[in-house]
Every structure is written in C-alpha cells, then in structure tokens.
C-alpha cells in the first residue's frame, strides 16, 4: 500500500518512541527558530507544529556531486541533531542512503511520489548536465536532467542542497564540459531554495525544512534564493578577524608572524567580504572552528562560480586576467599611434616649409 | 547583478578594469610620443648672461610653480593649497590603502607597508571636501567658469566618483559590498579611460610643461 503520510505516526510520536522528550524538541525547536532569528514565541510553534505533524515526506536526487553534502549532513557532528533532522521527514528515496537498490529503489521514488503527489519536499544534490540531452550523468538507465525534470512536477518545493545543485558548482566550473546547470535553471515553475555551501551547514538545511513543516511556507530569501535566515550577513561582517583587518594588520603569507598573530587573512586571498555564509557564527564540527579560524581565507564556496574567482590565494582586490599580453599589445599600440602622429606632423611642417619662399625661420 | 552571464564584481575584475588599464597605457604612450616627438622650433634669441644651466632651470621652473608666488591674492593662495590637499589625500588613499597596495603589487609586483583603515578614511573624507571645494571655486569664480569646459568638470567627476565609491564600499553603505566593489572598480575604469585624452594627463604633462616654461623664463632673464 503506498505510504500517503496519513497514518504515519507523528513526529512527536515518533521521538517519544525513540525516548526523546517533548523537552528536548522543544529545545531544539528554540535551536533552530533561534538560528533563523524568529520571534520568541514562534520557537514553540515550530515544536508544536513539528510534533503534531506527520514527517515530512522528502525525495533527495543526487545528480554530479561528490557526496559531500549528504556526508556534512549525516556526520554533523553532534548526533542529536542530526537524529532530529532524520526525524523531521521521511526520506522516502535516496540513493546515497537508502538500503534498496535497483529496480527496487527506482519503484520506491515512484510509489513515494504517488502518495505524495504536490506535497513532498524534493531535495537535490550536484549539479545537472544538460550537454547532449544530459547523456553524461545517468542513473538507472535515466538522465539526470529527465529525473529531475519528472519529479520536480509533482514536487511541493525543491531544495538545491550545495553549491552544485544551487550554482553549478565545480562541475560547472570552466570549461565545464557537461554543461552543468543549477537546479533553479531546470525547474522554473516552483519555488526553488538554494542552500548553498560546499559543502552546506547541516543546520540550514535543517532549519529549512523545519520552518516549512511548521510554517507551511518556505522562509525569507535572499537575491540569489538563499535563507536570509543563514545567508544574510557575509563572513567578512561577523569574522572575529575583522579588527586586523580594519587597522590594515593583514599576514602575508601562511607562516609569518602576522599569521601566528591572528591577522587578517585578506592578503592571502580570503573572499569572507563577498561570500554570505553562517560559517562564522555556526561553525563547523559542532562549532569548534570554521576555515578562517583554522588560518585559512575563505574560499567563498557558498557563492555563484566561486570556482573561477581567478584564484583561491589571490587578494579580492587584485584584478582577475593575464593581462600582460593584452598591456603589451595596447602599449605597443600606443607607441606605433603615437610615432604615426609624430610622421604626420613632421611631413606637414616639411611640405610647408617646401612651399615657403623663403625657408629657414625654424629648423 | 549580472553582465554577460557573470556577476558585476566579476565583470569589473576582470574585463572592465583590464580594458580600461589597456586603453590608459595606450593613450598615455600615443599622446607622451606624439608630443614629444613633434618638430620643436629653436629659440634663436642670445641668452641673458648669467642664466643657470637648462636643467637647473627646468627643475627651478617645476619647483617655483609648486606654490603661489608672493603677491597673489588670497583666493589664489586657496587654489594651490586647496590642490595640494586632494593631490596629497589621493596619493594617501591610493597608495596607503592596503586592498589598492595589493592591487598594484598583482600588477608590479612591488609591495609596501601601508596605513590602518581609520587613517586612509580621513584622507578620503578630506579629499572629498577639498574637491568639492575645488567644484564649488570653479563653477563660481567669474573668470574661472569661463575657461572651465566639459573636460575640466568630466575630469572632476572621473576623479571624485573612486573616492566616493570607496568610501561607501568601506563603510558598506547603500548596497551589498560586492555590488559597491564593482560600481568602485568600474569607477577606477572610468578614470583610467578618459585620462588619456582629457586634463588627468596633466600629470604626466605637468612636469614638463613646467620644466620648458622654467627654461624660457630663465633664458629671459626673469627673476623670482
Ligand atoms: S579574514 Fe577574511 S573575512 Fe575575516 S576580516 Fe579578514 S578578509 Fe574579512
């Protein structure tokens, strides 16, 4: 019988039998409604609603990724968390993680889709080709782009989990070979969400959905589609870097003593002030530490191309071209103009002074 | 914001500014060479006895205009001052600013220390008033707005939109930084276009418009 959500046991349901109390929901509730800065009482709502309700059914497609968003999901590091999330829906199919296989798994999506028709949540992960028809990605026998095409008609929403999914990502990088596109460029008639990052933070993606279970809608984006909730502020503005870099204290290189110190990493090609992320107030690993706290610039990997930004270690300030040729090439330019002008003149003054009766006032 | 499928910081990183360096270099070589090498006609006038060599002359010449001469007005005495100000408070700003140091050391390679952010956003505000003290003299001295043109005020705007681009991208006021970025950068383009062909090229000519004027004066006989 297929599985329409109806008399799944509600989530609540669910955690009391795995002997997780309303306490820590509510909790976690708080954890989550204070990640995206909801007003006090919306915290409780969140709980209630997500007790009440039953899990969110969620398809998860992985098209040209590396899996690193699922892992950052799955190993994030603390363990109730990432048991909440697992609660919160129903992953009904997912490739990576799900025990069947073959023809069975592809029936599971199917059957999920059915019951589920308009109202599940499909997640996505990597990028989509679209070069020849999107032959260069294939699962059971199907492009990706087909898949995605024939689940995201039924789907509620669509989640671009990562970079890939919500950008492009790496394989969409130059010269980008399989002509890989974001999700939002396949799917343009529903609401897409771009939960950027390379991988993502596992709370976005949980804060996400929690926030559409509860609410019904999904929450506040930004420009580029993203959780103004986790994307609103760049590194850069909440980076405990930021008064070196504002007394113009920058290290040099990965070694020295400014970088022994703590300073800026600017200089060594940090993108923090173009890149809009939550890594600097979440973390990472449990909120041990984020790239720039580990003495690394940001890379801006939750941002559009941030493959092709002319280089990870190259400061944001620098121009991005090899343009010696071009300097050179505009330089002798200048110089064949400028001895041209100098022949004009010269054979203009030489025919006056031919024609002149009497020459010689100037030499 | 997007140009030709790639964001506005991109589009100014990348083609903009390097169309634009390119058009600076090839500008400023075809008007220095096409200058310098027109026919010159000679002075056949014997020198006043006693004048210093034409080096010494020239850099007398350079060295005499960096002032007001005794017995100018005050106003006169506000222009230079003035002038002094925002020249210096540029080259502060383009060259004690770290994130500009770093941009020209990509393009030369060369690197130096440079000043905290507070210092180089005084400058700036500085400059910013000293120019528009130099817009408001120009558009309302009596003779001046006579023989200012287009070039002078385009060659004013060119100069003061990387100052005020700057300081809202430092101060992230108005849009998001990488969108204030860009509108800086593609400023810095700008400039770097006109240069060439209108009154920004004084600062490759100024120096030797002084020198030569040094050198007639001296020839002259004129005292100082
Ligand atoms: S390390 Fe990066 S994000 Fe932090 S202050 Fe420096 S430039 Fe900004």
């Known amino acids: 019988m297929p599985d ?26 708080g954890y989550l409604a204070g990640l995206m800065a909801l007003p006090p009482m919306a915290s409780r709502a969140m709980a209630e609603a997500l007790a009440g309700a039953g899990r969110q059914s969620v398809i998860w497609l992985s098209f040209q990724e590396c899996t690193g968003c699922v892992e950052s999901l799955t190993r994030s590091f603390s363990p109730t968390i990432e048991d909440m999330i697992f609660n919160l829906i129903s992953l009904d199919y997912s490739e990576t993680l799900m025990a069947a296989s073959g023809t069975a798994a592809e029936e599971a999506r199917l059957a999920a889709m059915e019951a ?65 596109v974001p999700v939002s460029e396949i799917v343009t008639d529903k609401p897409v969400v771009n939960i950027s990052g390379c991988p993502p933070i596992p709370d976005a993606i949980a804060g996400t959905i929690a926030y559409f279970i509860t609410f019904g809608k999904l929450p506040e984006l930004d420009h580029l589609n993203r959780p103004r909730a986790f994307f609103g502020d760049s590194i850069h503005d909440r980076c405990y870097r930021r008064p070196y870099y504002d007394k113009g204290l920058f290290a040099k290189s990965f070694d020295d003593e400014g970088a022994r110190n703590g300073w800026c990493l600017y200089e060594v090609g940090c993108k923090g002030p173009v890149t809009y992320n939550a890594c600097a107030t979440l973390k990472w690993n449990g909120g041990v530490s984020f790239p720039i706290q580990s003495g690394h610039g940001c890379l801006g990997c939750s941002e559009p191309g941030f493959w092709d930004q002319g280089g990870f270690y190259k400061p944001l300030s620098a121009s991005v071209m090899g343009n010696n040729a071009v300097l050179g090439g505009a330089a002798a330019a200048g110089l064949v103009a400028g001895a041209a002008s100098v022949a004009m003149a010269r054979r203009r003054r030489a025919a006056a002074m031919a024609a002149a009766s009497k020459p010689g006032e100037t030499k | 914001m997007t140009v030709m499928g790639m964001s506005l910081l991109d589009f100014a990183r990348g083609p903009a500014i390097n169309t634009a360096m390119a058009v600076f270099v090839l500008g400023v070589l075809w008007r220095l060479v096409s200058l310098l090498g027109l026919p010159r006609s000679v002075d056949r006038s014997r020198p006043k006895a006693g004048v210093p060599s034409a080096p010494m002359a020239a850099l007398a010449g350079i060295w005499r205009h960096m002032g007001t001469p005794r017995g100018f007005g005050p106003m006169s005495m506000f222009q230079v001052f003035n002038g002094w100000i925002f020249h210096v408070g540029l080259a502060v700003i383009v060259f004690g600013f770290a994130q500009h140091m770093l941009f020209l050391k990509g393009l030369f390679g060369l690197s130096w220390p440079v000043l905290p952010t507070s210092v180089i956003t005084l400058a700036a505000y500085v400059t910013l008033a000293s120019l528009v003290a130099a817009l408001v003299r120009r558009m309302t001295h009596p003779v001046l707005r006579l023989l200012s043109t287009g070039n002078d005020y385009v060659s004013w705007l060119v100069t003061v939109l990387p100052v005020v681009t700057g300081l809202l991208a430092v101060s992230h006021l108005g849009a998001r930084y990488e969108t204030l970025l860009a509108l800086h950068i593609l400023s810095i383009a700008l400039l770097l276009v006109w240069f060439p062909f209108g009154k920004l090229m004084h600062a490759f000519l100024v120096f030797i418009t002084r020198a030569e004027t040094g050198m007639t004066y001296a020839r002259r006989g004129v005292k100082t």
């Not at chain 1, 329409?4 to 509730?29: M, N, V």
């Not at chain 1, 028809?133 to 008609?153: F, P, W």
């Open chain 1, 4 to 29: 329409t959500g109806q008399d799944r046991p509600t989530l609540g349901d669910s955690l009391a039998a795995r002997g997780i109390s309303r306490r820590s929901l509510l909790k976690y509730a």
């Open chain 1, 116 to 180: 589920n028709k308009g109202k599940f949540i499909l997640v996505v992960d990597g990028s989509v080709s679209t070069r020849d028809d999107g032959i260069y990605s294939t699962n059971a026998g199907k492009t990706n782009l087909a898949v995605l095409k024939e689940t995201a008609a039924e789907a509620a929403a669509v989640i671009s989990v990562g970079t890939c999914a919500a950008f492009g990502g790496i394989p969409a990088a130059r010269p980008n070979p399989t002509g890989a």
